[in-house]
Every structure is written in C-alpha cells, then in structure tokens.
C-alpha cells in the first residue's frame, strides 16, 4: 500500500502524487467506498491525502481517504441537498475578484469568507486586473472595496498578473502552503497561477464579449506543485486552481451562528442582550450599533442579512 496527495479529480479518476516514489498514478476508488451514506457528489477531493494500491495494469485503486483537516464545501447545485468539496487541507483561500470584467460582487466574497471562517481556512482577498483601473471612479471603487476587506480584518492584495504588479508580494503571502485560488470565471485565476509559476503554462480564457463575464477555462480542479523564484525554495508550495463559480451555495448554516463567522461582529457578539441574537431585530444588539456608529461596514451587514435570509429559505 502506498500514500499520496490526489492533485486532480476528473469524474472517477484520480491523480495522486505518490509520497515515495514522487510519481503521479492514476487511480479508481474502490467500488464500495461510495456506499457509506456520503451526501457529498465527490468523496474524493483534490488536497486529500489517500492509500492507493497499484494494480496488475500500472492503475491503482483507493482503499483509504484520510480524515481532512479542513475543506471548502458548496452546495452542488442550488436546490440540491448535495454537498460538492471544492479541494480539502488548505492553508490558505485566495478570493480572487476583479470590480470589472467581470465584476464581483461583495456578497459573492463574503460567502466564500464566511464559508473560511466556518472550516478554520485562513484567507485573504487578492484583486487582480489592476492594470485596468486607469479610470479614476473604478481606481476610487477598489479603494473602497478594499477598504472593506482591510478593516474587517482580511490581508487584501491588489496584482496585475498582465503586467506583474504585486505577484512578488502575493509569493511571498502563499509559499510554503497549499493555496486554492477560488472565484468567478475571468477573473484571471489561472493566469495569476501563470505569473506566480510560469513553467505551469496553463490555458487562459477570454471574457465574452456579449456578458462581459468569464468562460470557463478550467473544467476541473487540480494542484500544481511548485517551486516559487523568489522564496525560500525549501519549502513545498501547491497552488490549486479551481473552476470558475457562479454563485456560491452555502452548506450546514444557522441563522443563530453566522455572525460568529464575520471577524468584525465576533468582536463584539459578547455585548448583545441576547445569547442567541440573530442581529436583525432584537433590541439591545451590539452588532447593529456598531453598523450605525461606523464600526462595522453598512455593506457586510447587509451581505450578512441576505445570507441569513437565504438560509432561512433553504431550510
């Protein structure tokens, strides 16, 4: 039996990197292992560190998926009761977003933020394109943006991966982990993959002309591991590239929780009347104050209530 780290799914193959050998196998999972009552669409992920058996053909067969640190997971689809893992024991999640070409939304941020929070996922926001903010009310926009992020806590990088603006500063914020760069469709999350390692030569895709939004390039997820120019090359560095997401299906949410998992409202949770405020209606709430005095960004605060709102719907 050997050990290794599944770096791409493709339907019911896998690819694992074998610990020992270093060699990538391609790998069934065996038969009975989707019968244990799992309602999540793959129960193999990329990031998942599996026993693997070769057989008399040169492919092997999974016997073994070792319990996950951690993982990012979303609805499969919107009305589903199925969960899809998106990639599992990841040190950090890059949001990549871009205010224009297309344009993310912050609600579609803070649902993948929320989501970080809830599996103990460091995060940061990486806004890419930045050569293109030649216009002064977009620049002022991002600032804005940005603005929202730094004050709720969130390391926020702005890079170019056309010009390579800001990709030495975004190495030096993910070598020596496992990173999955996750977002819309064209906002250039393979080309930022590109920048950082360009041996990788990955395909890049266009924006539609007709929906100024992204086409998918990337069909399924895969870990590449690299070896970073301008880091310490001793340490092991896996950058996952993801398909692009169109809307983001939260899992497993109460209304009762789900401030615990905005930094700026845990601050001051501890001060509400009420053990179990929902920050919506109740009197004496701190979160809402601290909406109204400035001290928690009027924005978030409404993100957050359409989330609520949209696990009330689901449930």
């Known amino acids: 039996m050997q050990e290794g780290l599944v770096i791409r799914t493709t339907g ?3 690819r694992v990197l074998a610990d020992e050998s270093g060699k990538v196998e391609d790998c069934r999972l065996r038969g009975n292992y989707r019968l244990r009552g799992n309602k999540q669409t ?20 999974i016997h073994e998926v070792a319990d996950r640190r951690n993982y990012i997971v979303r609805r499969a689809t919107k009305l589903s009761k199925q969960t899809h893992v998106i990639a599992s024991n990841i040190d950090l999640l890059c949001v990549v977003a871009t205010l224009g070409l297309p344009r993310t939304s912050t609600g579609f941020i803070d649902r993948l933020l929320v989501t970080a929070e809830a599996y103990h996922i460091p995060a940061c926001v990486v806004f890419n394109k930045c050569d293109l903010l030649q216009d002064p009310d977009l620049r002022a926009a991002q600032d804005e943006v940005a603005a929202i992020y730094r004050d709720a806590g969130y390391p926020v990088l702005e890079v170019s991966a056309l010009t390579g603006s800001g990709i ?8 020596g982990k496992t990173v999955l760069f996750s977002g819309h469709s064209g906002v250039g999350k393979s080309a930022l ?26 069909t399924f997820a895969e870990i590449f591991p690299v070896q970073l120019s301008n880091s310490d090359s001793r340490l092991s560095t896996f950058l996952i590239d993801t398909p692009g997401i169109k809307e983001f ?22 001060d509400c009347h009420f053990a179990n405020c929902t920050h919506r209606h109740e009197p004496q709430c701190a979160v809402k104050k601290a909406v109204d005095d400035g001290l928690i960004n009027a ?12 696990i009330e719907d689901e449930a």
């Open 42 to 61: 793959n129960p193999v992920a990329v990031g998942d560190r599996v026993q693997f058996e070769l057989q008399d053909d040169g492919t092997g067969v």
């Open 299 to 310: 924005e978030r605060y409404h993100n957050y209530l359409n989330i609520i709102e949209g």
């Open 249 to 270: 299906g939260m899992v497993d949410f109460t209304p009762q929780e789900l401030s615990h998992f905005f930094p700026e409202m845990r601050r001051v949770l501890h």
């Open 12 to 14: 019911s193959w896998y």
């Open 168 to 175: 030495d500063e975004l190495i030096r914020t993910i070598a």
């Open 193 to 218: 993959l590109n920048a950082i390692s360009p041996g990788l030569g990955l395909k890049v895709g266009q924006i539609s002309d007709w929906s100024l939004k992204g086409k998918h390039t990337t």
